[in-house]
């Protein structure tokens, strides 16, 4: 072997024992022509890798955010509600509402953050109308759907759903209707309640006063186990998607998250850089090399997003139902789970909800209203197709938020049919624009903003038509 080759398994073997250790990389003084191409190449090493670890970990720090918001930050204003216990949403989001991005406003939501280490959870869902969509999404750390309770999963005549961590083993309670099993010992549950108008809201507080959130040994009336250790929650600093900071936090998450067996050769090749699960990261401990290779392999993870939607997204050859779901159905594609989070994290799988996106115009150009009119025609009967329901929300093209206007409207949905003006031959048409179109169409009217914006169709339940891609979203059109 080469002393060119020593030292290259030399450093490489510095990355994979360092665990606990800093890792400092890059000649420190004059030395031999052959030691510093070796510390180059392992500086694009580096690069390669924290790019990887970027995509890989920018949905889990993402979830970090929300969860500090929703469950940690008492003092907040988006705070919901601790730990183990159900925080409800009475009322339908707004543009005042900032800690999730590209937000539903279609059905209040309820939000559990589960801590499962000491004990399980048993979710208790009272019984509902049948008319009424509900459901109660399951997501682990990585952002995965890993299960689903509700109208279309178990119905609407409610129930009782245990929720396990990774290591739980027991019996299932007689009364239970099913153990519902986590791949990480921190889960998110979110509850979605059809809104049907302003006067259905008591209806829904009704239904949401009905969520009920017990530990096991509480459901069971039997005594708790000993409490799980308490949890130190780093305060979320303002860039911490954006600079070397996102390392600290990924590892702070991953220590509740086990390392499944198809992600061994991953995280493997993550501890090469000091990421992985619980390991301290401190950016002051790297070399100015290392610091400047991890950083730009995270801009190499944004450019390759950039690309991804330009090509993917922006051209419809992938939808959010290849995004979001469970780990089987991503198959570790850890780009799709980037995308998913960049563009509205803890979407809904495709069985359950479909999200097509408005980004760009018939002609290909990026929407914006600043000096720009459009609409929107769906044909007689081509409306999407839905089992539940579906609404075409308006997203700020910056902020990623609902926009405010006059009308405090911020989506058009199925239950505003019967107040919508339809065309001469039964089609509709929406005014996409932001400024009023005029009294005869401002029923039609869904504001945007002064500048960059983007819509969501959301669709719930979507009809087989949807799913196999026979029915087709219809342009968003440069008004004449």
């Excluded at 930050?73 to 339908?92: H, S």
């Excluded at 499962?116 to 208790?124: N, S």
């Excluded at 206007?405 to 005014?431: H, V």
Aim: charged share 20%.
């Amino acid at each position: 072997m080469s002393m060119k080759d020593l030292l290259v398994a030399a450093l490489l073997s510095v990355f994979a024992l360092s665990g606990c250790q800093s890792v400092k990389i890059g000649p420190a003084t004059e030395q031999a022509t052959d030691e510093r191409a070796a510390s180059a190449v392992n500086e694009a090493e580096v690069r390669s890798i924290a790019r990887e670890a970027y995509i890989y970990g920018y949905p889990v720090v993402e979830a970090y955010k929300t969860l500090y918001a929703q469950a940690v930050d008492q003092g907040g204003p988006n705070f919901k509600a601790p730990f183990n216990q159900i925080g409800n949403t009475a009322n339908v989001f707004t543009p005042n509402d900032t800690a999730i991005i590209t937000p539903n406003s279609d059905t209040p939501y309820s939000f559990v953050w589960m801590d499962l280490r000491a004990e399980p959870l048993v979710l208790t869902l009272p019984p509902i109308e049948s008319k009424r969509y509900y459901s109660v999404q399951l997501i682990d750390l990585y952002t995965h759907n890993f299960a689903y309770l509700g109208t279309r999963t178990s119905g609407n005549q409610g129930g009782n759903y245990m929720i396990v961590g990774p290591d739980w083993s027991g019996e299932k309670p007689a009364n239970v209707k099913a153990v519902i099993r986590s791949e990480s010992s921190i889960a998110y549950a979110i509850y979605r309640t059809q809104l049907f108008n302003a006067k259905d809201l008591r209806r829904v507080r009704a239904i949401q006063n009905g969520y009920k959130v017990r530990t096991l040994s509480a459901f069971l009336g039997k005594p708790a186990p000993a409490p799980a250790s308490p949890i130190d929650w780093p305060k979320p600093v303002a860039d911490a998607t954006d600079s070397l900071a996102f390392f600290r936090y990924l590892n702070f998450m991953l220590q509740f998250a086990p390392t499944v067996p198809s992600e061994q050769d991953v995280m493997a090749r993550f501890a090469k850089i000091g990421v992985g699960r619980g390991l301290p990261f401190d950016k002051n401990s790297l070399s100015p090399a290392i610091q400047e290779a991890m950083a730009g392999g995270m801009a190499d993870g944004k450019s390759q997003f950039v690309e991804f939607k330009k090509s993917q997204l922006d051209t419809r050859k992938l939808t959010s139902g290849d995004l979001f779901g469970t780990r089987e159905h991503l198959k570790n594609n850890y780009m799709y789970r980037y995308a998913a989070a960049v563009l509205g994290i803890f979407g809904n799988s495709a069985e359950e909800a479909i999200y097509p996106g408005y980004f760009l115009d018939a002609a290909g150009k990026p929407l914006d209203a600043a000096a720009t009119r459009y609409t929107l025609h769906f044909d007689k009967d081509k409306l999407p197709p839905a089992d539940a329901f579906w609404s075409l929300t308006m997203y700020d093209g910056q902020s990623k938020l609902l926009v405010a206007n006059p009308l405090n409207r911020y989506l058009i949905n199925a239950s505003m049919l019967g107040q919508l003006k339809r065309d001469r031959d039964g089609g509709l048409t929406l005014y996409v624009q932001k400024d009023n179109p005029g009294k005869d169409k401002a029923s039609n009217w869904l504001p945007a903003p002064d500048g960059s914006f983007y819509a969501i169709l959301r669709v719930y339940l979507p009809k087989q038509e949807m799913l196999s891609g026979q029915w087709r979203q219809p342009p968003m059109v440069v008004a004449e």
